[in-house]
């Protein structure tokens, strides 16, 4: 089976309104659609940390228009929405952190549920919209901690209130789906997405792996990890974007058959330990790099998440391109570019070239 690949051809000119686009994913994928001849108007807050993608790619620079706005504000994005008059949207603007969520339920809940509403809602009163994408996360399932990959069609859950409000927000697409968009005057077709653990140059999100790595290897400190043994579904940031970019053409051009959930993982190989991810990390980083085990108490995490994507290599053919070893690799490769100053424009774009042009 030949693998699907983003088709730039279909993006050159395409209207796409993009929530989080301030956000590591978020700056990713406005760098990528630019690059296509896309037309993107981002809705996001202001980025939360210095530094932080957005600013070091410019992506303000590169966009239609940048709104720094709320997605809790209906009244404003609906305005945005309505003077954007997208083809395509794509919902990625979240609360993304567990451990944040424990200390913060209250605004999770109310960006990661009534903000995925508000989308919904939105793109109800647009005319133009025909593909709409709801990006939520491999955390959304009822984890049972077993050790076989999580289908589409499994119960929502989540244990913690991040992952529980994206479990929410899975149901809360399912719900706009069945009741506005799925009749046969409905021109909007909706599909959600359930992402791995997404790594990559230019995170520097607080209270996640790869940036504590970064950051703690700079200073030639340990790298404190909290549970070596969690295994997770590791993945670059170009896999999932690459999966949501072909979802959407596959909405647009054909439909219906694809209004429903897709998971986006990497391949069974690379659910790896923590631990394993550090190790190679600090393997492609060398000088005095190292981790040690954080010794208090923590707040309750999975132990064990993996994906099934055996639907999206099936229907979409959509299938990961860079194991991970190649993928930290690209994070070292990043890093040290950006120490050295060089244009991290043309960093990103070349990772995207090079992996556009990696055949399985």
């Not at 590591?24 to 996001?44: C, P």
């Not at 653990?197 to 607080?206: K, L, P, R």
Request: proline share 5%; charged share 20%; net charge neutral.
């Amino acid at each position: 089976m030949k693998a699907a690949h983003v088709d730039p051809v279909f993006w050159k000119d395409k209207k796409v309104f993009l929530t989080g686009h301030t956000g590591f994913k978020g700056g990713w994928l406005s760098l990528w659609l630019a690059s296509m001849g896309a037309k993107v108007t981002g809705y996001s807050l202001a980025p939360n940390t210095t530094p932080n993608l957005f600013d070091v790619l410019a992506i303000d620079s590169l966009i239609e228009k940048s709104h720094i706005a709320d997605i809790r504000d209906l009244a404003c994005l609906q305005k945005a929405m309505s003077e954007a008059k997208p083809d395509v949207v794509i919902h990625m603007a979240a609360q993304p952190l567990v451990r944040h969520s424990y200390a913060n339920p209250v605004e999770t809940y109310a960006t990661n549920v009534m903000g995925t509403v508000h989308v919904l809602e939105g793109t109800r009163a647009i005319d133009s919209v025909r593909a709409t994408v709801v990006v939520t996360t491999d955390k959304c399932y009822e984890n049972k901690e077993w050790v076989w990959g999580y289908r589409e069609n499994e119960p929502m859950g989540g244990y913690d209130p991040y992952s529980n409000s994206k479990g929410c927000a899975e149901l809360v697409t399912s719900a706009y789906r069945e009741s506005y968009f799925s009749g046969p005057n409905s021109t909007n077709k909706v599909a959600s997405a359930r992402a791995g653990n997404v790594i990559g140059g230019g995170d520097w999100s607080e209270d996640r792996l790869i940036p504590d790595a970064i950051k703690a290897f700079e200073a030639n400190l340990p790298l404190m990890i909290r549970n070596p043994l969690a295994t997770r579904p590791w993945q670059h940031v170009l896999e999932p974007l690459s999966g949501y970019l072909i979802l959407a053409q596959a909405l647009y051009e054909q439909g219906s058959a694809f209004a429903s959930g897709w998971n986006f993982g990497p391949r069974d190989e690379d659910n790896r330990a923590v631990q394993e991810v550090a190790d190679l990390l600090i393997s492609g980083w060398g000088n005095a790099a190292r981790w040690e085990k954080e010794g208090s108490v923590q707040p309750h995490e999975a132990n064990l998440l993996k994906l099934d994507c055996s639907k999206a290599r099936t229907k979409l053919c959509w299938m990961p391109k860079w194991n991970l070893e190649v993928t930290t690799q690209k994070i070292v490769q990043w890093q040290k570019s950006y120490q050295a100053k060089e244009n991290m424009q043309e960093v990103c774009l070349r990772q995207v070239r090079e992996f556009q042009e990696k055949h399985n």
